[in-house]
């Protein structure tokens, strides 16, 4: 199955607290070139990156044959590349086509108003309370549970051109990236336009 270039998505990495970014990311990207993850920079100045030579190892396709492409292209074809957002002095918030209403994390209820509540907490992301409007449960929609169909964050390492669960970062990968950042965990969700 081709799947459509017009629906175009991403895997996010970010770490699970959505307040954190690594103090360098600089040095981060340095250290995920060195396990072969990331590759050259796609440009001057420019926060993207080839992957490396070992992605393929440390992301795990589904699927019998991934046709994946990992270079720029003469016909301007989607490729899979990395991007950096941030580090952004708050979290911010990414969803998608594919993002499904989170659960409040008291009663485990979907909260069904979350776009009105996440543009509410966009103006104050730093300290922000939402109420679940089934059991009045107060919590920052920043740690709401998106089930990896959005997710907020300061410092996001996204991999481009990836559809929803069609990719899955190992666990060396996560745990590199855990370890470069103090040993804090990352998580992942994927975004799909
Ligand atoms: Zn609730």
């Known amino acids: 199955m081709i799947p459509s270039p017009l629906h175009t998505g991403r895997l996010v990495l970010t770490p699970e607290d959505p307040y954190l970014a690594p103090e360098d990311p600089g040095d981060l990207i340095q250290q995920l070139r060195e ?3 990331a590759g050259e920079r796609l440009g001057q ?35 899979c590349h990395l991007v950096q ?17 989170p659960r409040c994390e008291a009663c485990r209820k979907r909260v069904p108003q979350w776009q009105g509540i996440m543009g509410d907490w966009a103006q104050d992301p730093a300290d922000f309370a939402a109420t679940c409007p089934h059991c009045g449960h107060a919590q920052n929609p920043a740690n709401y549970d998106w089930r990896q169909s959005a997710g907020c ?3 996001m390492l996204c991999v481009e051109n990836i ?18 950042t103090g040993n804090r965990p ?5 975004i799909q336009e």
Request: net charge negative; proline share 10%; charged share 10%.
């Open 153 to 155: 964050g300061r410092y």
């Open 45 to 79: 100045g420019s926060t993207s990156y080839m992957v490396g030579d070992q992605f393929m190892k440390l992301v795990t396709f589904m699927g019998c044959s991934p046709a994946i492409q990992s270079a720029p292209s003469d016909s301007d074809e989607p490729f």
């Open 85 to 101: 957002s941030g580090p952004h002095p708050l979290p911010i918030f990414l969803s998608g086509r594919n993002t499904t209403a």
């Open 35 to 37: 396990i072969g993850f």
């Open 163 to 180: 559809f929803p669960q069609e990719a899955v970062p190992s666990t060396r990968l996560l745990n590199e990236l855990q370890w470069i």
């Open 186 to 190: 990352w998580h992942y969700f994927y």
